[in-house]
């Protein structure tokens, strides 16, 4: 068994620390506020952190809860979907050049309690803490950049992902969030008020903008963001499963540890998670993606993004119907030249390891061509 090298003095990235503080204080109860000795830092870093800022979370619930709730999302939103460590962040950031889309930020998953009113005084503090880039990558972080939904949904419910690489000791029921099966009804309607909630928030704070998220949990969830919003338009990109499975295990060793409150399972443990949600997850999107209406659905490699991006978005605005693709050209080709000279991690992978992830994931292997 491999245990996680953990710093328990590193803060910089704990997600909790944006929290609203009554979420907080769910999560801590719903973990009987086991905290373990490597998470006391973080945890004392995030409680004071939601203690400081909860009068301003209040103030601007009180104050915009009416009109956020009023906002019609009238612009079917753009969902990118893909398997994490897929393609999904650069697609993103890429997709977000056009000025007529909205997203949300850093800032606004790390502080979703407060962005309206209060972006001014806080974003400054916000964007002084981010290190400059992310643990797993090289790719910038900055409080203004395109961010995953995911978090501000984690900062305000129990409904993420992260909550289980925060809480990893009950990871295997946050995990049933991605999936959102086997959790009843009544967490089902409740994910869909708090995910809708926030939409709307965002889209009130951009003036009804169409928006364009990036969220791969959002894979598993086809079927229930069609019934949120009917004419949604997807854009599913995929990876070389042997390189995602690679990518993903270096992922979690780089980013899960510097979340956790509590010490996670060895190595060999998380990964048998990671190989579970991976197939349930596909398992789910090849079922649902059959109930998205023709010329709503795209599906791009994560290859030819890399070799040829502006070709991959060009034919993205394409095939769904996306107006004014010449209108953000110019910004498209200036934010992929800057990406030119951007090391990638290199992975090598001998005839062990491949025939290891070849058992675990042969479906997308041959169904993709890999």
Same mark, same amino acid.
């Given at each position: 068994?491999?245990?996680?090298?953990?710093?328990?003095?590193?803060?910089?990235?704990?997600?909790?620390?944006?929290?609203?503080?009554?979420n907080?204080?769910?999560?801590?109860?719903?973990?009987k506020?086991?905290?373990?000795?490597?998470?006391?830092?973080?945890?004392?870093?995030?409680?004071?952190?939601?203690l400081l800022?909860?009068p301003l979370?209040?103030?601007?619930?009180?104050?915009?809860?009416?009109?956020?709730?009023n906002?019609?999302?009238?612009?079917?939103?753009?969902?990118?979907?893909?398997?994490?460590?897929?393609?999904?962040?650069?697609?993103?950031?890429?997709?977000?050049? $056009?000025? !007529?889309?909205?997203?949300?930020?850093?800032?606004?998953?790390?502080?979703?309690?407060?962005?309206?009113?209060?972006e001014?005084?806080?974003?400054p503090?916000?964007?002084?803490?981010?290190?400059?880039?992310r643990?797993q990558?090289?790719?910038?972080?900055?409080?203004?950049?395109?961010?995953?939904?995911?978090?501000?949904?984690?900062?305000i419910?129990?409904?993420?992902? @992260?909550?289980g690489w925060?809480?990893?000791?009950?990871?295997?029921?946050?995990?049933k969030?991605?999936?959102?099966?086997?959790?009843?009804?009544?967490?089902?309607?409740?994910?869909?008020k708090?995910?809708?909630?926030?939409?709307?928030k965002?889209?009130?704070?951009?003036?009804?903008?169409?928006?364009?998220?990036?969220?791969?949990?959002?894979?598993?969830?086809?079927?229930?963001?069609l019934?949120?919003?009917?004419?949604?338009?997807?854009?599913?990109? @995929?990876?070389d499963? @042997? @390189?995602?499975?690679?990518?993903?295990?270096r992922?979690?060793?780089?980013?899960?540890?510097?979340?956790?409150?509590?010490?996670?399972?060895?190595q060999?443990?998380?990964?048998?998670?990671?190989?579970?949600m991976?197939?349930?997850?596909?398992?789910?999107?090849?079922?649902?993606?059959?109930?998205i209406?023709?010329?709503?659905l795209?599906?791009?490699?994560?290859?030819?993004?890399?070799?040829?991006?502006?070709?991959?978005?060009? $034919?993205?605005f394409?095939?769904?119907?996306?107006?004014?693709?010449?209108?953000?050209?110019?910004?498209?080709?200036?934010y992929?030249?800057?990406?030119?000279n951007?090391?990638?991690?290199?992975?090598k992978?001998?005839?062990?390891?491949?025939?290891?992830?070849?058992?675990?994931?042969?479906?997308?292997? !041959?169904?993709?061509g890999?």
């Amino acid at each position: 068994m491999t245990e996680y090298k953990i710093d328990p003095l590193d803060v910089s990235f704990e997600p909790l620390a944006g929290s609203t503080f009554t979420n907080l204080l769910r999560l801590l109860a719903q973990n009987k506020f086991r905290v373990g000795i490597i998470g006391w830092p973080r945890f004392l870093y995030s409680i004071m952190l939601s203690l400081l800022l909860a009068p301003l979370s209040l103030y601007e619930k009180i104050t915009c809860d009416k009109n956020i709730k009023n906002t019609k999302i009238e612009k079917p939103p753009i969902f990118i979907i893909g398997h994490w460590r897929s393609g999904t962040t650069y697609l993103h950031n890429l997709m977000s050049k $056009n000025l !007529d889309f909205a997203y949300p930020t850093t800032f606004q998953t790390i502080t979703p309690g407060l962005f309206l009113k209060f972006e001014k005084q806080i974003k400054p503090i916000v964007a002084s803490s981010l290190p400059p880039t992310r643990p797993q990558d090289s790719i910038v972080l900055g409080a203004d950049l395109p961010q995953e939904e995911e978090y501000g949904i984690g900062n305000i419910s129990q409904f993420s992902f @992260y909550h289980g690489w925060c809480f990893p000791r009950n990871r295997d029921f946050y995990y049933k969030f991605v999936h959102l099966d086997s959790i009843g009804k009544n967490r089902i309607n409740d994910w869909k008020k708090t995910y809708l909630y926030y939409l709307k928030k965002i889209t009130l704070f951009y003036n009804g903008k169409q928006l364009v998220l990036k969220n791969p949990s959002n894979t598993s969830r086809v079927k229930l963001l069609l019934e949120l919003f009917p004419d949604a338009k997807f854009i599913h990109i @995929y990876r070389d499963p @042997y @390189y995602t499975y690679l990518s993903m295990k270096r992922n979690i060793e780089k980013e899960m540890t510097l979340y956790c409150l509590q010490k996670p399972a060895d190595q060999e443990d998380f990964e048998m998670a990671m190989i579970k949600m991976y197939n349930k997850m596909f398992e789910k999107y090849f079922e649902e993606k059959k109930l998205i209406p023709e010329g709503n659905l795209v599906e791009v490699r994560y290859e030819d993004l890399i070799k040829k991006p502006y070709e991959v978005v060009k $034919n993205i605005f394409q095939e769904l119907n996306l107006p004014d693709f010449e209108k953000y050209e110019k910004d498209l080709n200036s934010y992929i030249e800057t990406q030119l000279n951007i090391n990638t991690y290199k992975y090598k992978i001998d005839e062990e390891q491949k025939n290891k992830i070849y058992k675990h994931f042969k479906k997308t292997i !041959d169904l993709w061509g890999y």
